[in-house]
């Protein structure tokens, strides 16, 4: 009789621990798992706005028609681009400057020094070693006076421009991603492409 109690207490409380591992998380078996994706690849969580793949797909075609460019291509020197700001046009609420970020990274990458990127989002931590050096608070491997910041050959920009169709049968979006490669001395637009994307379906996309 006492082994019967024993083995019914044992099975009470696994089913106990069952029950508080399934509500904390860490398994949930009737749920849905994680599917691991490319980031260039549209998965099943999709919705009619701008997604990783057109993120992917629109950056790459950037970087490579950057580094086609003559003035960048054929340059004596290493050209010097600073990012200026993308303007979001469209009804989504998302992180614009992405775009900028991932052609960075891929011309960083993949372009073999052909141009540099300054860190102008970085000029008030930059300023004030600059002042510790000359100060003498912090040591330099090269002459404390002669600390300088370059300045800028080109203006690295962008703009996501969007149309929106919304009747009973579903929604349609339309967005045009445009980035311009700026002359920073004669605001020269040197380069511009362009890619267009459209969508349509029954879910909006809503962004986190």
Same mark, same amino acid.
């Given at each position: %009789?006492?082994?019967?109690?024993?083995?019914?207490?044992?099975?009470?409380?696994?089913? /106990?621990?069952?029950?508080?591992?399934?509500?904390?998380?860490?398994?949930?078996?009737?749920?849905?798992? !994680?599917?691991?994706?490319? =980031?260039?690849?549209?998965?099943?969580?999709?919705?009619?706005? *701008?997604?990783?793949?057109?993120? !992917?797909?629109?950056?790459?075609? %950037? +970087?490579?028609?950057?580094?086609?460019?003559?003035? *960048?291509?054929?340059?004596?020197?290493? =050209?010097?681009?600073?990012?200026?700001?993308?303007?979001?046009?469209?009804?989504?609420?998302?992180?614009?400057?992405?775009?900028?970020?991932?052609?960075?990274?891929? /011309?960083?990458?993949?372009?073999?020094?052909? !141009?540099?990127?300054?860190?102008?989002?970085? %000029?008030?931590?930059?300023?004030?070693?600059?002042? %510790?050096?000359?100060?003498?608070? *912090?040591?330099?491997? +090269?002459?404390?006076? !002669? *600390?300088?910041?370059?300045?800028?050959?080109?203006? /690295?920009?962008?703009?996501?421009?969007?149309?929106?169709?919304?009747?009973?049968?579903?929604?349609?979006?339309?967005?045009?991603?445009?980035?311009?490669?700026?002359?920073?001395?004669?605001?020269?637009?040197?380069?511009?492409?362009?890619?267009?994307?459209?969508?349509?379906?029954?879910?909006?996309?809503?962004?986190?």
């Amino acid at each position: %009789m006492q082994g019967k109690i024993l083995i019914l207490s044992f099975a009470v409380g696994a089913a /106990l621990l069952s029950g508080c591992a399934s509500s904390s998380g860490v398994k949930n078996p009737s749920g849905v798992p !994680v599917t691991e994706m490319r =980031p260039d690849e549209q998965g099943f969580v999709a919705g009619t706005g *701008v997604e990783s793949q057109d993120l !992917v797909a629109v950056t790459d075609k %950037m +970087s490579r028609g950057i580094l086609a460019v003559p003035q *960048v291509a054929n340059a004596q020197g290493t =050209p010097r681009i600073v990012l200026d700001p993308v303007v979001n046009e469209t009804r989504f609420p998302i992180n614009k400057d992405i775009f900028l970020t991932r052609i960075r990274t891929q /011309l960083n990458s993949r372009s073999a020094g052909k !141009v540099r990127f300054l860190a102008r989002d970085r %000029m008030a931590t930059l300023e004030q070693e600059r002042e %510790m050096k000359r100060s003498g608070q *912090v040591t330099s491997s +090269s002459d404390p006076n !002669v *600390v300088e910041f370059k300045g800028a050959d080109y203006f /690295l920009t962008g703009k996501l421009q969007g149309l929106t169709t919304k009747t009973t049968a579903g929604t349609s979006d339309y967005v045009l991603y445009s980035f311009q490669l700026i002359d920073a001395r004669t605001s020269d637009i040197i380069w511009e492409d362009s890619a267009e994307i459209k969508k349509q379906g029954l879910e909006d996309a809503a962004y986190r």
